[in-house]
């Protein structure tokens, strides 16, 4: 993929999850002459269009709620196919019915389904190749909404679950055969390493969701994947101890998917606060000293950097300014003044449920050296309740409200960071919470979307705002861009839907009439 800029082959564009494409054709000098070249409606949208679309060889592949897939012509957005996994009519919708994406490899195109299956379809027909029941989903509670990752001949799936009574894992597939090659519990059982962090048998219920999509260092052979919250989410009493490998960066064995080293950000969390974001590879000066770097956003409002070929803390870096949860982070990566919420007491805790940023992604440029993520300014009212866990059902421990923030007003920005250090080179205010992921470019250009259905490009060392189109629908997916016969084209789903489970009107009342509708656009210079 690093080596074809003309295609998006994976989730994040690269192994690396840079979401840079080094294309410079549309560049700060003519971006304002970007134009609209073609629309591809998907239909009607419930739960929003959050996909990544990928494109080889002038093919593009995008994903849209309740299992859908579709393969376009890449210059002029012709239907190529069209496939359906039909949702059981048991289906229960506690994660959404969105889809993030699927991945290609070996002439096959892979998607997770919201009955937690794995299916494999011939890229050039649509037609299903094979098909894996990974676990039932009455039982678990569980599904699949992010994209897969195809790391040799093996492709790599997470699972949601962290809000649910559920055991956690990451599972690969033979990509030929869909048999199971390896699973990873993110949750250890007994007699095995961690387990000793879970107070009796609540290891069983744990959450440890891994619903994002991983990165891969080749020449390490390792598979970095993020880990999301323990469940219950806020009561931790009956889970007494840090609760392995819940809020941890996990580096295993692409071959067998043995663990190699982990890092826990959070032990014992009891706000929710998922690592299972994205992990960012760079390799960067650190006190003078070139060093394998992971850069990991957590839904905390604090960004992890750490050595990747061990684990080692590095840093830790605010992204937003109202965080009251603990008062900092030392030099040892220590969480330092916890204010753990007291149960059946009303607590104001800073970021909310929603997180000083979602799961939409950062970008990095390796042309600025610069980091580009979201922040998310507004706090909650948490009460913490004792809960038991029922198998395959909601497992949160506490109710909460949304509040507006501590300092200044609720609402969110879009900002540069220096990756390792966390200085900020510039910021971009929004009234309302963008949860479109970045696109970065060799033409020193930043792309992303807003709620209101705003497509816009920042310029990526200065941040000024050169160019927008409005979408007709509010953007929580993510833009890329590609090349066809040496054209560069530019990307982007739109299609807002009930955002965060209807969570932003409590805020925002306006949000529920912004416009809706599902629609991929791409844009181009003129010929």
């Given at each position: 993929?690093?080596k074809?800029?003309?295609?998006w ?13 080094s ?13 609209p ?12 269009f ?22 376009l ?33 070996h002439g096959?195109?892979?998607m997770g ?16 190749v094979?098909n894996?029941n ?19 001949d093996?492709?790599?799936?997470g699972?949601?679950?962290?809000d ?15 048999r ?19 107070k ?16 891969y260092?080749?020449e ?8 999301g ?24 064995d ?26 960012v ?14 850069v ?18 590095i ?6 300014e109202?965080?009251?949860w603990?008062?900092g982070?030392?030099?040892q990566?220590r969480?330092?003044?916890r ?11 800073c ?43 909601t ?6 409200e ?16 220096d990756?390792?250090?966390g ?12 949860l479109a ?18 497509f ?8 000024k ?22 054209r560069q084209y530019i ?11 209807g969570l ?10 912004f ?9 181009a210079?003129?010929?």
């Open positions: 993929a690093a074809e800029p003309s295609n082959l994976i989730y994040s564009g690269t192994y690396d999850a840079w979401r840079y494409s294309l410079e054709q549309i560049n700060r000098q003519n971006v304002k002459e970007l134009k070249v073609w629309i591809f409606q998907t239909g009607k949208v419930d739960g929003g959050s996909c990544t679309p990928l494109v080889e060889d002038g093919v593009m592949f995008i994903t849209s709620p309740w299992n859908r897939v579709f393969a012509d890449a210059v002029t957005g012709k239907e190529l196919w069209h496939y359906y996994y039909p949702v059981p009519k048991d289906f229960g919708l506690l994660y959404g019915p969105w889809n993030r994406g699927v991945a290609l490899g096959l195109v892979f389904t919201l009955d937690n299956h794995l299916v494999a379809l011939d890229a050039k027909t649509g037609k299903e094979w894996v990974i676990e039932s989903h009455q039982q678990c509670g569980c599904n699949i909404t992010g994209a897969p990752l195809v790391v040799k093996k492709v790599v799936v699972v949601t679950g962290g649910s009574a559920h055991r956690g894992y990451l599972n690969a597939f033979d990509v030929k055969t869909g199971r090659a390896w699973r990873f519990w993110t949750i250890p059982g007994p007699g095995e390493e961690g387990n000793q962090t879970w009796g048998d609540s290891w069983k219920y744990g959450g440890g969701a891994t619903w994002m999509t991983g990165s260092d080749a390490l052979n390792l598979i970095y994947w993020g880990v919250n323990p469940a219950a989410d806020f009561y931790g009493v009956d889970r007494a101890g840090d609760n392995l490998y819940t809020d941890c960066i996990v580096a295993l692409a071959d067998s998917g043995k663990l190699k080293w982990y890092y826990q950000e959070i032990p014992h969390d009891v706000w929710d606060w998922d690592a299972a974001y994205e992990c590879l760079i390799d960067l000066p650190v006190n003078g000293k070139k060093r394998k770097l992971l990991n956003p957590n839904k905390g409002g604090y960004t992890w950097v750490l050595d990747r070929t061990n684990g080692e803390f840093n830790a870096w605010p992204l937003v109202n965080i009251n603990i008062q982070i030392d030099k990566g969480l330092l003044g204010q753990e919420p007291a149960v059946g007491q009303p607590t104001l805790v970021p909310s449920i929603g997180g000083g940023r979602s799961w939409n992604h950062a970008a990095y440029s390796p042309k600025t050296g610069l980091f580009y993520t979201t922040g998310i300014e507004w706090c909650q009212t948490l009460t913490v309740q004792k809960e038991d866990p029922r198998p395959g059902e497992f949160f421990g506490g109710i909460f949304l509040k507006k923030p501590l300092n200044g007003e609720a609402g969110s920005h879009f900002d540069a960071y990756p390792v250090t200085k900020k080179e510039w910021s971009y205010k929004s009234k309302y919470p963008l992921s970045a696109l970065a470019t060799g033409g020193n250009l930043v792309f992303t979307g807003d709620p209101e259905g705003e816009f490009a920042l310029d990526a060392v200065s941040g705002k050169l160019w927008s189109f409005n979408t007709g629908s509010g953007h929580r997916g993510s833009p890329i861009s590609y090349a066809v016969d040496g990307a982007v789903p739109a299609g807002w839907g009930s955002a965060l489970a932003l009107p409590q805020l925002w009342p306006e949000i529920e009439d416009p809706g509708g599902s629609a991929l656009l791409v844009f210079l003129a010929d």
